[in-house]
């Protein structure tokens, strides 16, 4: 299996702040990684698709990039409605493996 | 507009089955893309549990493959989830989802699903 190592667990953040949030694969997966944002009693909604791709609606203060095997979402300057658990997926190979989340509290 | 919707009961009883339906309106689940059930465990845990496609073909997690069955119902655009032998374990929010090429646009609202005698 493919393991997403997500990092940092949890975060607070100013409204100022650039937030970044990394997953690293255990091995290649070819830009297969998708974000998604979780609220409370919510599904989980997807913000960024093929690693870098802004998905319809997202607002564009979200952006993804990739360093090898290490990808990134950014949020510039987030806003207070940002807050939530945030989720990294492969979907290079089955079984398909989320990171283990990232608790983003603005402040 | 694709909507996913899950149904089923919210508690099981110890080794007994687990079953859920998801009803798709607004695609055919017979068109295209693959149709999967993922669960969230209490403390935010996301698991991928397996996925029928378009063809009616299957995939599972290996960590449940002895346990659970994905099957369809074309005539009623569903498709179900069936987990065997439940425990404790399995307490879980369950969501069905599309998978469009790569990435889950299309989720349903989630269930929870309780284990408990």
């Known amino acids: 299996d493919i393991q997403m190592t997500q990092s940092p667990a949890s975060l607070s953040a100013s409204l100022e702040e650039i937030v970044t949030i990394t997953c690293k694969a255990s091995?290649?997966?070819?830009?297969?990684l998708s974000w998604y944002q979780q609220k409370p009693g919510k599904s989980p909604q997807l913000l960024i698709y093929?690693?870098?791709s802004l998905a319809d609606g997202v607002p564009s203060r979200f952006s993804g990039s990739r360093s090898g095997t290490q990808y990134s979402l950014k949020i510039s300057r987030p806003q207070v409605d940002d807050s939530g658990i945030y989720y990294c997926?492969?979907?290079?190979?089955?079984?398909?493996?989320f990171g283990a989340g990232t608790k983003l509290e603005l402040k | 507009e694709v909507q996913l919707q899950e149904s089923g009961p919210g508690l099981v009883k110890p080794s007994q089955s687990l079953s859920l339906t998801c009803s798709v309106t607004?695609?055919?689940?017979?068109?295209?893309?693959?149709w999967n059930w993922i669960r969230k465990f209490p403390g935010n845990k996301l698991e991928w549990m397996g996925y029928?496609?378009?063809?009616?073909?299957?995939n599972y997690n290996p960590s449940l493959k002895s346990r659970i069955s994905i099957t369809r119902d074309t005539s009623k655009n569903q498709f179900f989830l069936q987990v065997n032998s439940v425990t404790t374990e399995d307490t879980a929010t369950y969501y069905c989802?599309?998978?469009?090429?790569?990435?889950?646009?299309?989720w349903g609202q989630g269930t929870l699903v309780t284990v408990s005698s």
């Open positions: 989802a599309r998978l469009s090429w790569d990435w889950f646009a299309y």
């Open positions: 607004g695609y055919s689940i017979t068109s295209s893309y693959r």
């Open positions: 029928i496609n378009s063809a009616g073909s299957t």
């Open positions: 091995q290649g997966i070819d830009d297969y």
């Open positions: 093929d690693a870098t």
């Open positions: 997926l492969q979907s290079y190979s089955t079984p398909y493996t």
